[in-house]
């Protein structure tokens, strides 16, 4: 079975056979034919089709796709061009620009970051509209947990970027020390002023991937 036609297809293999990934997909098949479910049904997997696993350098890990009409489109914190920046993203531009001195740009389309082998995984990659974390229990994390385990695994040295108590909670798949793990607390409005901003977790995971020999990330979008 063939999701990404990628790398990730072979390392998720055994995963696409196991019993509740059948189900899960029979239960988001519901889902979609029933309500308005985002992201659109094709974008679901876009985190994983865009950084292939032997390409990633960066896990930036979300909680739930954004609710909204038009808004979600599989990459964790991203919108489409054309829909009003979010405010936790607002937030992540601010520390950018403090940080490595990005100009603030008019859209929250961060598909160039994925490309550049940032994998930007929600932890449940589908949602009812205007119910947020409504799939949460339908078996997404099971899934996104093996695929953090397949990048932890990976000799490759990676910067796993865990902003806010849902993402921190994935710290124990992370035990390959070869990696760096930098926490903070999450941009959203309710909680970037009490260890979001200030984090310079932009400069440090370059910094960290320089020494390691691999490319730095452009964050400018």
């Not at 200030?198 to 691999?214: A, D, M, Q």
Request: charged share 25%.
């Amino acid at each position: 079975m063939k999701f990404f036609n990628n790398s990730w297809d072979a390392a998720l293999e055994e995963e696409f056979n196991k019993p509740y990934f059948k189900d899960l997909l029979q239960k988001v098949d519901e889902e979609y034919e029933k309500y308005h479910v985002y992201p659109p049904r094709e974008k679901i997997f876009s985190a994983l089709k865009l950084c292939p696993l032997d390409q990633v350098k960066v896990v930036l890990l979300g909680q739930d796709p954004y609710h909204e009409k038009g808004q979600a489109h599989g990459l964790c914190f991203s919108v489409l061009p054309g829909i009003k920046v979010p405010p936790s993203l607002k937030n992540i531009y601010k520390e950018m620009s403090d940080d490595v001195g990005t100009t603030e740009p008019d859209h929250g389309y961060l598909i160039s970051w994925a490309k550049q082998g940032v994998l930007m995984l929600n932890t449940t990659l589908t949602v009812r509209e205007g119910q947020p974390n409504s799939h949460s229990q339908y078996g997404w994390q099971t899934f996104t947990d093996e695929v953090i385990r397949k990048v932890n695994d990976l000799d490759t040295p990676v910067v796993f970027i865990l902003w806010g108590s849902n993402a921190k909670a994935k710290m124990p798949l992370i035990t390959n020390k070869k990696h760096l793990v930098l926490t903070a607390a999450h941009p959203s409005p309710f909680s970037a002023y009490n260890g979001f901003f200030g984090c310079r977790h932009f400069s440090k995971t370059n910094e960290f991937l320089k020494k390691n020999g691999r490319e730095p990330i452009n964050w400018q979008v």
